[in-house]
C-alpha cells in the first residue's frame, strides 16, 4: 500500500519555526504581532511601491513609456530597486490582453515594488495549475476573463521578474496620482486581480 506524505518544511523554514516558537514561549512576541508585521510587508508596505509605479505610469505616458521599455531603470527612478528587483519586465495590460505570473519553480517575486509573495504565491497548487487553466485559476480569485481577451503567463525567475501594469479603471479621470495608487491592489500588479474601483476615493 502506497502512502501520502506531506513534504518536510525546509531547513530555514524550520529554524524560522523554532525562533518564532521560543520567542512566543519567553513573550517577547505575539502571534498579534507577527501576523500584524505579515501584513504589513506582504499587503501594505511593499504593494504601495508598486502602485506608485503603477500611478505614475498611469498618469504620466512618457514614464510609461521608460516603464515598458526598461522596467528595472524606471522603477529605479522612484527609488524602489535592490535585492529580487534587479531585473525587472512590466507587462501591460489591455482590453486584448491580461497577464498574470507565477514562478513554477519556486516563489521568485518582485520585493522592492511587492514586499512579501503571498501564501497563495508559493503554493504548489498555482503554480501548477495556473500555466494549464489560467482562466479557471483566475476565476478562483474572482477574475472573469472574457474569451476574445488573450491571458499570457509569464514565469519568473531568479534572473528576470515582472510587474502587471493593469488597466487604469473607469471613471478615475481627474483622480489624483496619490488617489490612484490607492486604487492598485497586490492582485491587480500579479494578474490574478483588478485595480479598486474609484467610487469613495478623494481626488
Not at 43 to 52: D, E, L, Q, V
Not at 122 to 141: G, H
Request: aromatic share 6%.
Amino acid at each position: 500500500m502506497s502512502h501520502s506524505h506531506t513534504k518536510p518544511p525546509s531547513d530555514p523554514a524550520l529554524r524560522i519555526k523554532a525562533i518564532e516558537t521560543l520567542m512566543l514561549e519567553k513573550g517577547l512576541i505575539s502571534l498579534e504581532a507577527v501576523d500584524e508585521f505579515i501584513d504589513i510587508c506582504e499587503n501594505r508596505i511593499g504593494p504601495r511601491n508598486g502602485a506608485k509605479v503603477v500611478a505614475r505610469a498611469w498618469t504620466d505616458a512618457e514614464y510609461r513609456k521608460r516603464l515598458l521599455a526598461d522596467g528595472t531603470a524606471a522603477i529605479a527612478e522612484l527609488g524602489f530597486q535592490g535585492g529580487q528587483g534587479e531585473h525587472m519586465v512590466v507587462l501591460e495590460n489591455t482590453p486584448l490582453v491580461h497577464n498574470v505570473t507565477v514562478c513554477t519553480l519556486c516563489s521568485c517575486y518582485p520585493w522592492p515594488t511587492l514586499g512579501l509573495p503571498p501564501v497563495w504565491y508559493k503554493s504548489s497548487a498555482y503554480r501548477s495549475r495556473v500555466v494549464i487553466e489560467p482562466r479557471k485559476v483566475l476565476s478562483e480569485f474572482g477574475l472573469s476573463i472574457e474569451d476574445e481577451v488573450e491571458v499570457r503567463v509569464w514565469d519568473s525567475n531568479a534572473e528576470m521578474r515582472y510587474l502587471v501594469l493593469p488597466m487604469r479603471p473607469a471613471g478615475s479621470d481627474g483622480l489624483s496620482e496619490d488617489a490612484l495608487a490607492g486604487l492598485v491592489t497586490r492582485d491587480s500588479m500579479i494578474g490574478t486581480g483588478l485595480p479598486k474601483s474609484p467610487q469613495g476615493a478623494e481626488p
